[in-house]
């Protein structure tokens, strides 16, 4: 038997359902695992805990699949875990759109390792862990089986797959071929996702929700997306009415897309504006020109991404809402958000206060952003949660 042994007093994690075992909470490990095998989870004294998934590679050695003895992780066991996943979206519409929502999100859909987003009939996925690559085409399977989609697609080629000693990997998993692009509804939008190159998985399902408040919130005003990527909020804040939309990011291929978007949704070329650039150099190119915004979307990409260097990272989220801040007309809106995991909302809370102080602006949180709730967060896994935002409005 492949088994786990943890040190004394560790298993405390895990009889709360924590899914993850440290390396530095193991004691010894028995039967010699292989990368990506089924390992049994025995507390100090030998008592059986948990079965999970063998990493060695990794910080976190081994990610729980079940707490139920004799559960092995094998086809049935994924097809109920993925059943169970689409089925609790399923029971969410129409708050999430069956044909365009993330079907699962990791820990907390029992899944670690295993993201799989819908874009209209085909699923894009990402498999992170050792375990989760063993397992794939179960997955992939399960997937076409539990939702009637047409084919699935894999993009595993984020970079954080290095840690758990895996290569970069993209390509047809099961089913037909996904055509390139596919276009999703969101709301009153059609967008266009590019399954095969676009970022993830090709799109940022996690700020439906907070795209939508952009629709809501922006008509006439003039509106700066930040990070735009396809363009997203530019296109709902122009269908709920914004005057105009300055589009930023440093992807030209993004830009494409988010222009294309325009054409899609049968909105004029002249109420958007696209600059390829980065952000932090084209906020001061518009203070210095005298720009005026009434609304910034700030969505930037992680800057934490370890704890060495939450500093920094504050310092990057400080310097572009301390510009944004300036650039707003009195009575303005900040749309300002963090998806970095490590930093939790009172510390963004306080970045933020610091650049609103630091700007000179008076001004106010009058709503907080989260992710869309088919990214679910765990209550035994409170670090399923990762995107937070503030809508802020200046004096
Ligand atoms: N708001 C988008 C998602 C943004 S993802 C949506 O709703 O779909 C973050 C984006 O920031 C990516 O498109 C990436 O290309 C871009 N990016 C990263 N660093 C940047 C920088 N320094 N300046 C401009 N864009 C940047």
């Known amino acids: 038997m492949q088994t786990i042994r943890l040190k004394k007093g560790r298993e405390k994690s895990l009889l709360r359902r924590h899914p993850w075992i440290f390396s530095g909470a193991v004691d010894s490990v028995d039967g010699s695992p292989r990368p990506g095998d089924t390992v ?28 139920t003895r004799g559960e092995a992780a094998g086809p049935e066991f994924f097809l109920a875990r993925v059943r169970a996943a689409v089925g609790a979206r399923a029971a969410l519409a129409p708050a999430v759109p069956p044909r365009a929502c993330r079907l699962i999100h990791a820990e907390s859909d029992g899944l670690p390792g295993v993201v799989a987003d819908r874009y209209d009939d085909w699923i894009s996925c990402e498999f992170l862990t050792m375990p989760a690559e063993r397992h794939k085409r179960d997955i992939a399977l399960a997937l076409l089986e539990a939702t009637g989609a047409r084919g699935v697609w894999e993009r595993s080629d984020s970079d954080v797959r290095a840690k758990e000693g895996l290569v970069p990997l993209a390509g047809h998993l099961a089913g037909d071929e996904p055509p390139d692009p596919v276009v999703i509804e969101e709301g009153p939008a059609r967008l266009l996702v590019d399954i095969r190159t676009g970022h993830k998985t090709g799109y940022y399902l996690d700020q439906r929700d907070n795209r939508r408040a952009v629709m809501d919130l922006c008509a006439g005003r003039d509106v700066l997306n930040c990070f735009s990527y396809t363009g997203g909020f530019g296109v709902m804040a122009l269908l709920g009415g914004a005057a105009r939309c300055t589009n930023i990011d440093t992807s030209a291929p993004a830009l494409d897309i988010a222009r294309a978007n325009m054409d899609l949704n049968a909105l004029p070329r002249e109420r958007a504006e696209f600059l390829t650039d980065d952000v932090f150099a084209a906020l001061r190119r518009l203070r210095d020109q005298g720009r005026t915004f009434g609304a910034v979307v700030l969505d930037p990409p992680r800057f934490v991404d370890s704890r060495a260097n939450i500093q920094r990272g504050c310092r990057g989220y400080k310097d572009i809402n301390l510009l944004a801040l300036r650039l707003l007309e009195p009575g303005g809106l900040l749309f300002t958000f963090s998806c970095s995991g490590l930093m939790d909302e009172d510390l963004f809370q306080k970045v933020v206060a610091g650049a609103a102080l630091d700007s000179g602006r008076d001004a106010r949180i009058v709503r907080r952003f989260a992710q869309a709730p088919d990214h679910p967060v765990a209550l035994n896994f409170p670090e399923g949660q990762y995107l937070k935002g503030f809508l802020v409005q200046v004096v």
């Open 40 to 67: 049994d989870v025995l507390a100090a004294d030998g008592r059986w805990l948990a079965s999970a998934g063998y990493s060695p590679n990794s910080q976190i050695m081994a990610r729980v699949w079940s707490f």
